[in-house]
């Protein structure tokens, strides 16, 4: 694999794992591409939720710092994934953000809507 000294395409990438998807042809190029826009995708899901001030029980606090780990270690793998310098990869990534962005705040708006208020019937003008 060729150094590249800035952002450059190509399917001769190594995403996450050393060797892969290189030198097994573009079916698994576009499957590791696939792997990058779902995991960016949920990274984005987890920004966006927000995270509850864990209760002062053991059982809690353990919960709330797995999540935690949890959602650091997929931020952190995004990262590597970006940090290719390939475009393709960048692109899936972006992709990946905005489609979890709209995917929970459609799911949000249609499930969770918010009430709107109808103003009070005015009696005095009729």
């Not at 576009?30 to 509850?52: K, R």
């Not at 710092?65 to 995004?78: D, E, F, P």
Request: proline residues 6%; glycine residues 8%; charged residues 10%.
């Amino acid at each position: 694999m060729a150094e590249h000294s800035g952002f450059w395409f190509g399917a001769d990438v190594e995403i996450l794992f050393s060797g892969w998807p290189l030198g097994h042809g573009h079916f698994h190029f576009y499957l590791a591409l696939l792997l990058v826009f779902m995991l960016s995708m949920v990274a984005q899901m987890h920004a966006m939720t927000p995270m509850s001030t864990p209760k002062i029980v053991p059982k809690s606090l353990i919960n709330h710092a797995a999540l935690h780990g949890l959602r650091t270690l997929i931020a952190y793998l995004v990262l590597l994934c970006v940090v290719t310098f390939n475009v393709g990869v960048i692109i899936t990534v972006l992709l990946g953000h905005v489609a979890g962005y709209l995917a929970l705040t459609l799911y949000i708006k249609y499930y969770y809507p918010v009430p709107v208020a109808t103003p009070p019937a005015d009696d005095a003008k009729a």
